[in-house]
């Protein structure tokens, strides 16, 4: 469930969840996306279910909801089913802040809460369970630590906080515990996304270069 809290009566939050195609965040569609909000002009009564907590939630069947207050199920939309090494993007916007339609005076931002249930968490008995990426922060070298259950080759991309790729790396590993050395020298400082692929298995490691 994602749920997103609201610091002020009458804010009003509006999200799109995206799934991430490919290594940047350009390919993507949105998977959920809701605009509900008040009627504006109308009675605050039928208002009042689309307004403050929002996000996904179990039972809720709708997947997206247009502006104002038809939606039966009010602020939530339906749950979504992730799996792993799929990467999410999550945009998310306090109507009532940025179209100034709320009192002065008021606390600005909101507080996103992501929990997870049993029936949602992603399994990691996968490939990549025993990935580690370390130092991090990181100066001139990251090691990538993997124990590997067969023969199987390892690529790894990196790109940084524009989404463009800075390096790219391929290892062969045979079965057993391995560290692979990948250089960071020459990085800028700043964020980087370090994506490994095992197997078709996909993981993200976001890595502060100093």
């Given at each position: 469930m994602i749920n997103g809290r609201i610091p002020n009566v009458g804010d009003d939050l509006d999200f799109i969840l995206y799934k991430v195609e490919g290594?940047?965040?350009?390919?993507?569609?949105?998977?959920?996306?809701?605009?509900?909000?008040?009627n504006i002009g109308g009675a605050t009564a039928f208002s009042t279910p689309c307004m403050?907590?929002?996000g996904l939630k179990a039972n809720v069947e709708t997947n997206a909801a247009a502006s104002g207050c038809d939606n039966a199920d009010g602020n939530y939309l339906s749950p979504v089913t992730v799996q792993a090494g799929e990467t999410y993007l999550?945009?998310?916007?306090?109507?009532?802040?940025?179209?100034?339609?709320?009192?002065s005076g008021q606390a600005d931002g909101f507080t996103l809460l992501l929990d997870f249930d049993q029936a949602a968490l992603v399994s990691e008995a996968d490939i990549l369970s025993s990935l580690r990426v370390f130092p991090n922060p990181a100066t001139d070298w990251l090691q990538l630590e993997l124990q590997l259950p067969a023969a199987t080759p390892m690529e790894v991309i990196v790109q940084n906080a524009l989404g463009q790729q800075i390096t790219t790396a391929r290892?062969?590993?045979?079965?057993?515990?391995?560290?692979?050395?990948?250089?960071?020298?020459?990085?800028?400082p700043g964020l980087y996304w370090v994506t490994?692929?095992?197997d078709g298995v996909r993981r993200v490691v976001v890595v502060e270069k100093l």
């Open positions: 290594d940047d965040c350009q390919s993507r569609t949105a998977i959920r996306c809701t605009a509900a909000g008040p403050g907590a929002t999550l945009w998310v916007n306090n109507y009532a802040l940025s179209s100034g339609n709320r009192s290892y062969d590993g045979t079965a057993g515990k391995h560290t692979y050395p990948l250089s960071t020298e020459k990085w800028l490994v692929v095992v």
